[in-house]
Each structure stands twice: as structure tokens, then as C-alpha cells.
């Protein structure tokens, strides 16, 4: 399980560092591709199959399956960490998230969520007064 965020920052050749903690439990290479809310998400190879395995099991049907599989599959790449721990992250990915240079990588327990920096803040900012009534949407849940 991965949790917390870490800033850094992104190379001239696109490349970032994946903090240590989380390369610990993810592996040597992550699938990156495109995430909801303008960010990037990175998932160890074994979880990205169970993802694609979930997604091929909704209705071809339904036009919202076939842009949820679009959305997940096209932007999909594989990323081999080198041996500082960095990934590279490619340009049509850096252009999804707006990221130029500073970013928060985050664990998102069995995943990562790669966030241009000043995206993630205005996200955070957005979010904030939903507290509430997110604690309440889920007040089922031991916390």
C-alpha cells in the first residue's frame, strides 16, 4: 500500500525520480497513462492488468464503456524505472497533466496519481469545502 505525496521535479529530458518508499512496493516499472482530473497515474504492471481485466469486462454496448476503455487503454505506456528510480514521462502525458517542471507524486494506495504542482493545489483548493459532506456521503466506512 503506497500513501503520501512528495514533490519534484521534472527533468529537461521529461524524466522524475519515483520516491524511494513508493518504488519499494511498486516495482521496477510502472504503466503510466491518462488520469481523471488532468493527472497522470502510475500503476505497477500486475494492477494495471486487473484494471484492463475489469475494464474488458463491461458492455462494448454502452458508449461510456468504450470511452472509460479509451480514456485508460490508449494513453497507456510502460515506464522502466532507471537506476536513480527516475521514469520518463512522455510528452503527450506531460501535456494531458500541464506538467512542465514541478509535480506531486502521490500514493493512492495501490497506485500513483502524478500531478503538475500548481494543478494538484487548485484541486486541494476545490475539494476542501467538500469535506463535510464527503465524511457524511460515507460515514459507513470506518475511518
Known amino acids: 500500500m503506497v500513501s503520501g505525496e512528495s514533490e519534484h521535479i521534472v ?3 521529461g524524466r522524475v525520480a519515483i520516491p524511494a518508499k513508493f518504488r519499494e512496493v511498486l516495482g521496477g516499472s510502472l504503466v503510466l497513462t491518462l488520469g481523471f482530473e488532468g493527472c497522470l497515474v502510475a500503476y505497477p504492471p500486475h494492477r494495471f492488468a486487473e484494471v484492463s481485466e475489469e475494464l474488458g469486462k463491461l458492455s462494448y454496448l454502452r458508449a461510456e464503456t468504450r470511452s472509460l476503455q479509451r480514456l485508460m487503454l490508449h494513453g497507456a505506456e ?4 532507471d537506476r536513480q528510480g527516475r521514469i520518463l514521462i512522455p510528452p503527450r502525458h506531460r501535456e494531458h497533466a500541464a506538467i512542465q517542471r514541478d509535480v506531486l507524486i502521490v500514493g493512492m ?3 500513483l496519481e502524478i500531478w503538475a504542482k500548481d494543478r494538484w493545489q487548485q484541486l486541494l483548493e476545490q475539494i476542501k ?3 463535510e459532506s464527503l465524511a457524511q456521503t460515507f460515514e459507513g466506512i470506518r475511518l
Do not use: G, L
Open 129 to 131: 469545502p467538500s469535506y
Open 78 to 81: 510502460v515506464c522502466e524505472m
Open 109 to 111: 494506495i495501490d497506485k
Open 11 to 13: 527533468d529537461e529530458k
